[in-house]
């Protein structure tokens, strides 16, 4: 069990980051421009966001092993549709049937796991499970890179099939049938509805600058359609005995701080797998393989940043290492602005190297902070909220990143004076985050930090 979920871990988070590197070489395929592609990234991020807080109940309702089998199933035949792709609206759709595989895989994994193993031999099992999820960006970029530049780019998604097909012949044969600890409740499909009219319509407003080209008229009435879904949506909480997310949840001050504090985060950084290859293919002129080696030191840096943001943490608390560190995500933002034509490379190459180091542990601090005092009965759905809003938040912020680049490049006559615009606009996003972080307690925080 444990080795199929680090897989299917892998898989998702490997198809996270192939593609952006890939993006480029699909727009010419598709004879369009690749600034007009980020509707490709959200609508994977977006349906990834939907479906996870359906999850659970799924997961209760029919079993551990069937819905993990159909995850991989569903992935599986999303990504054969990718790369049969026509246009780029049949890719889009199709990157919304792999979004549903993927959102299940990894969170119905991770419940499998949490059910099949005492809590004494957790840490080491988790440990072990996300290994492979980290190796999925380090080498999602060069391999997007290497396949689109040697081969086609129809490839990043044909190699999911091989290991798809595996992946679901040992569920079937190795994976035992884990029954929840009591039976599900009735799903709350009002609540399901409204927040996903939430995630949906704050999406599409932020987009709406871009690639959709919307009038102003309609985006105020998307990002109102959206403030009201949200508003309904935490009256009908109110009322209902078992809401998708309970509104307790934001009664615990860390857990409010952190999640509001990862939305603003990520709007800034939740852009950068999106932006940075866009930067060195159309801005530099890079090919595809130079642009996904160049990117590479910035998961390394997030590797070496996980070996030392306990200490961190723990030297001086959760309150005062976010609000510095997420002042520095966002002055590391800004930095990739100083990039162009005359920057050495390995100029380049140490900005992206502190980046991967900052985000990284941004990424671990504000994620412990956001779960550290949920009780028990809580966590569950705390922790699904929270993966709702990383994804959300991820693709609000890709939304975001394209229409303030399609708008500046325009201004600018210039598309890398856009791109340097852009970079300066998310690092103030992302930074601003500092002032939320700020209000935090570091009361029971550095004992958890692991």
């Not at 393989?289 to 996980?306: F, N, R, W, Y």
């Not at 103030?428 to 985050?433: H, P, S, V």
């Amino acid at each position: 069990m444990p080795w199929m979920v680090a897989i299917s871990f892998f898989m998702q988070m490997l198809d996270s980051s192939i593609l952006n590197t890939s993006l480029p070489s699909i727009a010419i395929d598709f004879n369009t421009s690749p600034l007009q592609m980020q509707a490709v990234v959200v609508s994977y991020m977006l349906t990834v966001a939907l479906i996870i807080p359906a999850s659970g109940w799924l997961t209760d309702r029919f079993g551990s092993k069937p819905v993990f089998f159909s995850a991989i199933c569903i992935f599986t035949l999303g990504s054969l549709a990718c790369a049969l792709s026509p246009n780029v609206g049949m890719l889009v759709a199709s990157r919304i049937m792999q979004g549903v595989g993927g959102a299940l895989m990894v969170p119905v994994g991770r419940l499998m796991v949490l059910r099949a193993f005492p809590r004494s031999e957790l840490v080491g099992i988790l440990s072990f499970v996300t290994i492979p999820g980290l190796l999925g960006p380090l080498i999602g970029p060069t391999l997007g890179g290497l396949l689109s530049h040697y081969a086609s780019w129809h490839w990043i998604f044909l190699i999911n099939i091989p290991v798809g097909i595996a992946g679901m012949l040992l569920c079937q044969r190795y994976l035992p049938s884990l029954a929840a600890s009591e039976a599900p409740g009735k799903f709350d499909w009002p609540g399901f509805f409204l927040f996903s009219m939430f995630m949906v319509c704050v999406t599409l407003a932020l987009g709406g600058l871009g690639e959709m080209h919307l009038a102003l008229s309609a985006i105020f009435l998307l990002a109102g359609g959206g403030i009201t879904s949200l508003g309904l949506y935490w009256l009908h909480a109110r009322k209902t005995p078992a809401p998708l997310f309970s509104p307790d949840l934001f009664a615990i001050r860390n857990f409010r701080i952190g999640i509001m504090g990862n939305l603003f985060a990520r709007l800034g950084n939740g852009a950068l797998p999106f932006l940075m290859p866009l930067l060195l293919q159309i801005g530099l002129g890079y090919n595809p393989v130079k642009a996904g080696l160049t990117m590479l030191p910035m998961t390394v840096g997030s590797l070496i940043a996980k070996s030392i943001v306990v200490k961190l943490i723990k030297r001086v608390g959760y309150r005062v290492f976010l609000v510095v560190n997420t002042l520095g995500m966002g002055v590391c933002i800004a930095a990739f602005a100083l990039i162009d034509d005359s920057t050495p490379y390995y100029g380049i190459l140490a900005i992206f190297t502190l980046m991967g180091i900052v985000n990284s542990m941004q990424f671990t601090a504000m994620n412990t902070l956001t779960l550290l005092d949920l009780p028990d009965n809580r966590a569950g759905s705390g922790n699904s909220l929270l993966s709702a809003i990383m994804q959300l938040a991820m693709g609000m912020g890709v939304a975001c990143a394209a229409s303030i680049l399609n708008i500046c490049s325009a201004a600018e006559f210039s598309v890398l004076k856009g791109f340097q615009q852009t970079f300066i606009i998310m690092g103030f996003l992302g930074a601003a985050a500092a002032v939320i972080f700020f209000r935090a307690e570091d009361t029971q925080g550095c004992s958890k930090s692991k």
